[in-house]
């Protein structure tokens, strides 16, 4: 069985790809899922389901939820046992040698990708990233209403995803790839107009493709959003970029890459001169 949650909440098994119909049985799944092999108590899962209003007869109604859970599980398996245990003080979801959650598989690429950036293999980590980021369907449990523990793990998700794109945009860069990264940087901003890396990283790639003007505009762009948005000025790394175009520094052209930085030709003091990723 594969359960994927980087998306709409589904099941792919031996009887083809599943949704969860009823919303309070998806919620329960996932609240399972997002600590799979781990014990989640019961009141916690009521809090997930029901927020901080659980009925008189919350109780009850859970247990109707995880028997309904446990047919829909060992109906998409094909099988008449389920991965569902009641394990004091709450229940358990137990991942078998056969199944599969999309997030290990996403968060063991990206691990992937970051040993090879480490190690100077910048191809093989934008192998490894793109892969990683190929595996969303969209934002990660869209659709399912949950509560606090559910809330945070969307969150860090989405964190990771960001990181996974920073990555990838760095190691093509070392790459000598920045022409070819303009649009996407600029579609990335577009979803994380907050990001100060993905400004970084097209300033960087549209100065090294000889559009020093429009590398400056996006500083401007940058510094009017995070006033209005937030009410501050960019962050050093930023304002240090910007300086460092209108001086034509060298260490801003794109380098030969070595094993030990994403940037080595930008010089050993990489912040001081706003390298992405930095």
């Known amino acids: 069985m594969r359960y994927e949650i980087l998306g709409p909440l589904r099941l792919a098994g031996g009887e083809g790809t599943s949704y969860i119909g009823a919303r309070k049985v ?5 609240a399972l899922l997002i600590r799979s092999d781990q ?27 995880v028997s309904q859970l446990r047919k829909i599980l060992a109906a998409a398996r094909g099988t008449d046992g389920g991965p569902i245990v009641t394990r004091p003080p709450g229940y358990m979801i137990q991942l078998g040698p056969d199944d599969e959650l999309d997030v290990h598989a996403f968060e063991a690429r990206v691990r992937q990708g970051r040993t090879h950036i480490q190690d100077g293999r910048h191809e093989a980590a ?16 869209v659709g399912v209403s949950g509560g606090p523990m559910i809330g945070a793990f969307v969150a860090y998700l989405e964190d990771a995803r960001v990181e996974c794109f920073e ?4 190691a093509q860069l070392t ?18 107009p907050l990001s100060e890396v993905f400004y970084r990283q097209l300033m960087l790639a549209l100065y090294r493709s000889e559009r020093q003007a429009e590398a400056l505009k ?33 260490r801003l052209e794109p380098q030969s890459a070595g094993p030990a930085t994403a940037l080595d030709g930008f010089g050993r003091d990489l912040d001081a001169v706003g390298a992405p990723g930095a």
Request: aromatic share 4%.
């Open 26 to 30: 998806e919620t329960l799944l996932a």
């Open 39 to 65: 014990v989640v108590a019961g009141g916690r899962l009521k809090e997930e389901i029901w927020g901080g209003s659980p009925p008189k007869r919350a109780s009850a109604a859970m247990h109707v939820y």
């Open 126 to 141: 934008c192998v490894s990233l793109k892969s990683a980021l190929a595996m969303w369907r969209g934002p990660a449990l």
């Open 167 to 170: 990555m990838l945009m760095d």
């Open 175 to 192: 790459m000598g790839r920045h022409r070819e990264l303009v649009g996407q940087l600029q579609a990335l901003i577009t979803e994380y």
């Open 218 to 250: 996006v500083y401007e762009s940058a510094r009017r959003v995070l006033h209005d948005e937030l009410g501050l000025e960019p962050g050093q790394p930023l304002r240090d970029l910007q300086r460092s175009i209108l001086l034509a520094d060298p």
